[in-house]
Nanobody, 126 residues
Framework: QVQLVESGGGSVQAGGSLRLSCAASGYTYSSAFMGWFRQAPGKEREGVASIYTRDSTTYYADSAQGRFTISRDNAKNTLYLQMNSLKPEDTAMYYC???????????????????WGQGTQVTVSS
């Protein structure tokens, strides 16, 4: 069983920054990939960024490329999402997710993930 707990959300003005954290426990951290997703009211959940924990290969949605950075600290079993230059359209609930698969050709697809955190709210005002 995998447990994921997100933190770091909040309210910021457009152009600001936030750093989300996801504390993971209950599994072998070094053989998976993890991701950040978000879901705004009335919209489908979308992949934001993902990272292979074994070699730190990263993937980003077009909306996140150049503004967001996903990273992980294996020693702390923690996943991060640094979000800069935030826009009102980034407002959403952000979820951390874990996949036990060795590989995925679509690492930003929610169906590739097995475990999810409860989410942390990010609100960006104009």
């Amino acid at each position: 069983q995998v447990q994921l707990v997100e933190s770091g959300g909040g309210s910021v003005q457009a152009g600001g920054s936030l750093r989300l954290s996801c504390a993971a426990s209950g599994y072998t951290y070094s053989s998976a990939f993890m991701g950040w997703f978000r879901q705004a009211p009335g919209k489908e959940r979308e992949g934001v960024a993902s990272i292979y924990t074994r070699d730190s290969t990263t993937y980003y949605a077009d909306s996140a490329q150049g503004r967001f950075t996903i990273s992980r600290d294996n020693a702390k079993n923690t996943l991060y999402l640094q979000m800069n230059s935030l826009k009102p359209e980034d407002t959403a609930m952000y979820y951390c997710a874990h996949s036990g698969r060795w590989y995925s050709s679509r690492p930003l697809l929610s169906s590739e993930y097995d475990y999810w955190g409860q989410g942390t709210q990010v609100t960006v005002s104009s």
